[in-house]
Nanobody, 126 residues
């Protein structure tokens, strides 16, 4: 089992920045990638960003809606990732979930991810 501990989130005005953190613990040696999904109010959960952590390459993936505004850097600890969110918009308001998976490929596909954090709320006001 892998446990994911999220922190960060909160309320910010449009144009502002926030950073979310996620630390994985437990059986992390076989984790292939970690990422972030979000669920806006009344909508389905959607992909935001992911990064491969099984190798040191750290390939990143981003949803078109956040490209150029969000980044997913890794922490000094291998199993820690962040979601740096800049130029936030009201439509970024959602519950953000950290996630992890053991298998490669389909980084955009929610069904590929096995482990989920508890979620953290981000509210962007106009």
């Amino acid at each position: 089992q892998v446990q994911l501990d999220e922190s960060g989130g909160g309320s910010v005005q449009a144009g502002g920045s926030l950073r979310l953190s996620c630390a994985a613990s437990g059986r992390t040696s076989s984790v292939y990638a970690m990422g972030w999904f979000r669920q806006p109010p009344g909508k389905e959960r959607e992909f935001v960003a992911a990064i491969t952590i099984f190798t040191n390459v750290g390939t990143t993936y981003y949803a078109d809606s956040v490209k150029g505004r969000f980044t997913i850097p890794r922490g000094n600890a291998k199993n820690t990732v962040y979601l740096q969110m800049n130029s936030l918009k009201p439509e970024d308001t959602a519950v953000y979930y950290c996630t992890a998976k053991h298998i490669s490929g389909s980084e955009f596909d929610l069904s590929q991810y096995r482990y989920w954090g508890q979620g953290t709320q981000v509210i962007v006001s106009s």
